[in-house]
């Protein structure tokens, strides 16, 4: 998969390196064990291989605070000092957060070294060691998703109690309820004006234009920064169910507690003299093209648009707008291309990312080896967790006895039990998270590795709006000139095909079964434990 350690130092001379450090909870940087351990790891790591550490970047993250100022930090740093090449990182999970992140230290040309799974990563490295990385990448990522799906659970409990969970609409404002509880309530200043809104167009009277006039001479603006509401807002209000009272989160219906600005029955007509005009502006169908909005014209950079001919053929053409066209606009205008013609390229462009099923059990079975230390430290965490569940478990079991034993009064033992309770609650979540993130942590990595090898075949059997979907997750920068299509593969599948094909080499030029796993999985062999 990667280079063995003993093999990366080809330069004897003395290296500059940074180090970067991360831990992703507030409560790991309390505990003490996780940012020292890394240093201390990372360190000796340097003295070791002999480098030279210029500089120490360390990043305390939480669910809520996402930012890492250490990180770009150190992106500007190494930006700054070419002779710094070097980056020492505990493990990939602990680099990158996104595949933002991943690009943008790629684009820096550094040798980037994680001593705790064995890899170096630099120029030199072949296509499917950084495959794999890149799998790494995605699946490291799923602890974000994690933390995401946390977020929307809590909102989901929120909105199903009948507390709108996000952001407050214009006429509503945020505050705390009785019971400590963020809620939304009526804004007395621009609550009036949202109600006057549906009555105006209910009507039928005014256009959208008309009543964002009426509004703003109302006095509607915005609360925070006292703009002027365009029109687009307005739609936006009229569309609302909120300021009835009721609100749809995630295909369920909820009374909101909320006093409502307007009626079920106002606001039903208002969207029955919408969904009217809308109809009226919109009455003509137009054919849903699989590639309009995709592909660039190569030769002047416009759009590439189809277009019906004889009404039945599907040609697509530049758009040749003078205003951007660099190139002839007449030209470009007068160069069509069948749409089957298209979809063929496209077909043969997905089909570079095909392998067979021998190949996806190798690297499956990389994954899981490779992958061995992250479910440890799940497991680990569980355990940590749920001892800390039983402690205050056993507290409140203590002190329940002190009560019936009279040492303690009753309002003394709910406030405590309470409040440890709630804990216990807390660290419930923490052990679920790790369980469902332990159980689905190989699930990423291999559904991208699924999705890749049946690009084409998807691809075949969809409907156009589909096809576009998949071609927009898989590919970017899709050009055409003279009929020919070119594009670039995103990350991680641009690493999938130069694998694949540099597989199919060598290959082709053996027949030792043993080759054909050397071109995907390298020397991953020297690299496990």
């Keep these: 998969m990667a280079k063995p350690l003993r093999h990366i130092l080809s330069n004897p001379t003395c290296k500059q390196a940074v ?95 994680f001593p705790k799974e064995g890899v170096v990563l630099s120029r030199e490295s072949r296509s499917s060691e950084k495959f794999m990385h890149g799998i790494k990448v995605l699946m490291a990522k799923n602890y974000i998703d994690n933390l995401s799906e946390e977020a929307r659970k809590g909102m989901q409990e929120k909105a ?9 609409p214009l006429g509503y404002r945020n505050i705390t309820g009785p019971d400590g509880k963020k809620i939304i309530a009526a804004d007395p200043a621009a609550a009036p004006i949202v109600a006057k809104l549906f009555e105006w167009y209910a009507t039928g009277q005014y256009s959208l234009k008309e009543v964002a006039r009426m509004a703003r001479a109302a006095g509607l603006v915005y609360r925070r920064t006292g703009a002027k509401v365009p029109v687009s807002t307005i739609h936006t209000i009229l569309r609302t169910r909120l300021y009835t009272g009721w609100y749809e989160w995630n295909g369920k219906m909820i009374h909101g507690r909320h006093e409502p600005l307007v009626s079920v029955d106002l606001w039903d007509r208002v969207q029955g003299v919408m969904d009217g005009r809308f109809t009226k502006k919109h009455r003509r169908m137009t054919h849903d093209f699989a590639f309009s909005g995709l592909i660039a014209c190569g030769q002047c950079g416009c759009s590439v648009v189809g277009e019906i001919k004889k009404q039945r053929y599907v040609y697509y053409h530049c758009t040749g707008y003078a205003d951007k066209c660099r190139g002839n ?55 940590r967790l749920r001892s800390e569940h039983k402690r205050l478990g056993d507290r409140v079991s203590a002190m ?75 590919l970017s920068n899709c050009s055409w000139e003279d009929g020919e299509v070119v594009a670039t593969f995103r990350q991680p599948f641009d690493l999938l095909a130069e694998t694949t094909a540099a597989a199919a080499s060598r290959e082709a030029g053996s027949t030792d079964i043993s080759a054909k796993r050397a071109g995907w999985l390298g020397d991953l062999d020297s690299n496990q434990d």
Excluded at 339 to 354: K, P, S, V, W
């Design 329 to 383: 606009p007449a030209s470009c205008r007068r160069k069509y291309v069948r749409e089957e013609a298209l979809e063929a390229q496209f077909t043969e462009l997905l089909g570079r990312l095909r392998f067979d099923d021998e190949v996806l059990a190798w690297v499956r079975e990389a994954l899981q080896a490779s992958h061995a230390d992250q479910r440890r430290e799940h497991q680990e965490a569980i355990e």
């Design 19 to 113: 180090i970067y450090a991360r831990v992703s909870s507030k409560e790991q940087e309390k505990e003490g064990y996780s940012i020292p351990a890394q240093l201390k790891l990372l360190k000796e790591y340097a003295r070791a291989q002999g480098f030279t550490v210029a500089q120490e970047y360390v990043d305390v993250e939480t669910a809520k605070q996402t930012g890492r100022t250490a990180f770009g930090e150190m992106v500007t740093y190494l930006k700054a000092h070419p002779a710094v090449r070097v980056m020492l990182v505990e493990k990939t999970d602990r680099l990158y957060r996104n595949l933002k992140d991943w690009v943008t230290v790629d684009e820096l040309d550094a040798e980037v070294h």
């Design 160 to 168: 199903e109690q009948g507390i709108w969970p996000t952001k407050t």
């Design 400 to 474: 329940y006895i002190d009560k019936l034993d009279g040492r303690i009064g009753g309002d003394f033992y709910d406030k405590f039990a309470g409040e440890w309770r709630e804990e216990q609650s807390r660290l419930q979540a923490e052990i679920d998270r790790h369980e469902v993130a332990e159980q689905s942590y190989m699930d990423e990595g291999v559904q991208i590795l699924e999705l890749a090898r049946n690009a084409q075949r998807l691809f075949e059997q969809q409907e156009p709006r589909q096809k576009r979907r998949l071609l927009n997750f898989v």
